[in-house]
């Protein structure tokens, strides 16, 4: 029976693992924010993670598709969000941890509405 038991604790810790690796923020420069002038072009209310996808413009009109990891539902909602915090065609402000890669990917950190109101991450 013994042994049973000892065979099974290093599969679990592989699970565990493994699961926990996903909620590294590795990739993103944590370090430093950045603040980015945004058009809302989709909120996806899901979990593991809430997804937000904008658009920001350049000085010269290009714009750049982005994609904004956020909190899961429990947590946002918690925070005061709901799912029709953001809708497609809101201009916000986006404080966000970017990807390291430079690829048009961030963590967020807060949303500040057109109103001035902010949507924090969580219960920060």
């Excluded at 904004?68 to 201009?91: F, I, M, V, Y």
Aim: glycine residues 8%.
């Amino acid at each position: 029976m013994k042994t049973k038991w000892l065979s099974l604790v290093p599969g679990l810790l592989l699970v565990c693992g493994a699961s926990l690796a996903h909620h590294g923020n590795a990739s993103f420069d944590t370090e430093h924010s950045v603040t980015l002038k945004a058009t809302i072009t989709s909120f996806v209310w899901t979990n593991p993670h809430s997804q937000i996808y904008f658009d920001v413009k350049d000085e010269k009109g290009r714009v750049t598709h982005w994609s904004c990891e956020a909190a899961q539902p429990a947590l946002l909602h918690r925070a005061g969000w709901t799912r029709n915090s953001l809708k497609p065609g809101d201009h916000v402000t986006i404080v966000a941890h970017v990807a390291k890669s430079g690829a048009p990917v961030a963590y967020l950190q807060k949303i500040i509405l057109a109103d001035g109101e902010e949507l924090k991450l969580g219960a920060l």
